[in-house]
């Protein structure tokens, strides 16, 4: 395994990052132990998840369960490997239905982190990560709520997550006026077929020397294989043959191009990922064992000028970083 620094910090993660959020839901606690057991064994120190997870994800959830957090919390208790492990979880989500029970009040930012710790069964988190930006609490609020589980050791590092360019700017200078380190990384949604981060939220990353933790790397599976699936005779969600549809001259581009380099497609696009100097580790989101070891592969992979290219001419960015995108 490969690591580097997150960000500007001197905190050292794998360049790949266990999501969690299968955990509890579509992962059994068995398996998911295994699956931690194995990429602790491979290399991966950073684990990532939020104290939403562990119930089916949609935009219309009412409230979290925290069984991710709780069957990480078991694992940690059993396994003895908290000191070993970069945990990274988040909040903002709601976690019950009262008025006060999500985003990013002081109130709810130190009952949420409370109740994190508590079904992690650690005293400290690495990584505390605002799941979306909260634009009706001022940073000054926030900050003072993150500031506060700082000194008292409950947290170490802020991210942030889901945030645009000017959102990150905002943060970064209210933090600044408090003598604040202020935000460590971002997670975002990025990979071939969602480029648009590369306008402005990459640069501001860049800017302020954050690290970024891209989701969805494989675009939901769309930039796995799923045409060499779908000829094995596996079946597609509607969804996911709604997007088979639209990128259907791309996919078989790209597949073709995976073929040629003798590379699984998924672990092409990780590596793609992998190149860019702004991103630290990919989010991968294993269901079982033998899918992270397949993806482990990655880290292998290095992808010439050619090759980036022809990746580029596939599945094309917004034309580069604003304005220049757009304007002259």
């Known amino acids: ?11 050292k993660v794998s360049r790949l990052c266990l999501g969690t959020m299968n955990f509890g839901d579509m992962t ?64 903002y989500q709601p976690m019950a239905t009262g008025p006060n029970d999500k985003y990013l009040s002081a109130y709810h930012i130190r009952r949420a982190c409370d109740a994190s710790l508590k079904r992690l069964k650690t005293d400290h988190i690495d990584i ?16 003072q709520a993150m500031e506060q589980l700082i000194r008292e050791g409950k947290i170490t590092y802020v991210g942030s997550s889901n945030f645009a360019g000017w959102h990150i700017a905002c943060a970064q200078s209210a933090s600044a006026s408090r003598h604040l380190l202020g935000l460590s990384s971002e997670q ?16 501001a990353l860049r800017h302020y020397g954050m690290g970024l933790i891209p989701w969805s790397p494989l675009s939901g599976g769309l930039l796995g294989g799923v045409l060499e699936k779908a000829r094995t005779g596996r079946r597609a969600t509607p969804e996911m043959k709604n997007n088979i549809a639209h990128h ?21 696009a990780l590596a793609w990922l992998l190149h ?16 992270l070891t397949l993806a482990l592969r990655a880290v292998e992979i290095t992808l010439s000028e050619d090759t980036l290219r022809c990746i580029d001419k596939i599945w094309p960015g917004p034309g580069g970083e604003a304005p220049e995108a757009y304007a002259w």
């Open 188 to 203: 975002s949604i990025y990979n071939l077929a969602q480029r648009a981060i590369e306008l402005e939220v990459i640069p």
């Open 128 to 143: 505390y990560q605002m799941h979306h930006v909260d634009r009706a609490t001022p940073w000054d609020e926030i900050w």
């Open 1 to 11: 395994m490969q690591y580097t620094h997150l960000g500007r910090t001197g905190l």
């Open 276 to 291: 860019n100097p702004s991103v630290t580790a990919p989010l991968i989101g294993p269901r079982t064992r033998e899918q």
């Open 248 to 268: 259907f001259e791309a996919l078989q581009k790209w597949e073709t191009l995976c073929l040629d380099l003798g590379e699984k497609p998924a672990d092409v």
């Open 28 to 91: 059994d606690e068995k398996t998911s132990h295994n699956i931690m057991d194995a990429a602790l064994d491979a290399g991966i120190n950073f684990i990532d998840t939020a104290d939403v997870y562990g119930c089916p994800q949609s935009p219309d959830i009412t409230s979290g369960n925290g069984l991710s957090e709780e069957i990480i919390g078991r694992w940690l208790s059993r396994s003895g490997n908290r000191d070993k492990i970069v945990l990274a979880s988040k909040v």
